[in-house]
């Protein structure tokens, strides 16, 4: 079972990066797939979330606008757009998948059964 964060990197503040997260050695299709982010010193928070079947999206508010969260489950993969970065979005993003029949609450960091690896987005101002 492996989940693989990728696409961060450094960019100017009102620009835009795309992430990924491929899942393999699992039924991706049937797993809720949210994205969580951490700085130092601080624990990791809630991004955004979707639904094993895309029927439902979650975001946190200091996101929401600016953030698109996607997945295509014929390729085992799901997207975190991410427009108008500011600064504060600088941290390291976590992918994270939980089987739909626990009908997890996705905002929980405690609810997912894997994590991807974690890839750094830095916002330059």
């Known amino acids: 079972v492996q989940l693989q964060a990728s696409g961060g990197g450094l960019a100017q503040a009102g620009t835009s990066l795309t992430l990924s997260c491929a899942g393999s050695g699992f039924s991706f299709w049937s797993f809720d797939v949210a994205w969580f982010r951490q700085t130092p010193g601080k624990d990791r928070e809630f991004v955004a979330g979707i639904v094993y079947d895309s029927t439902n999206t979650y975001y946190a508010d200091s996101v929401k606008g600016r953030f698109t969260i996607s997945r295509d489950n014929a390729k085992n993969v799901a997207f975190l757009q991410m427009n108008s970065l500011k600064p504060e979005d600088t941290a390291v993003y976590y992918c994270?998948?939980?089987?739909?029949?626990?009908?997890?609450?996705?905002?929980?960091?405690?609810?997912?059964?894997?994590w991807g690896q974690g890839t750094l987005v830095t916002v330059s101002s």
């Open positions: 994270a998948s939980v089987s739909r029949f626990r009908l997890a609450t996705l905002r929980s960091q405690y609810s997912y059964d894997y």
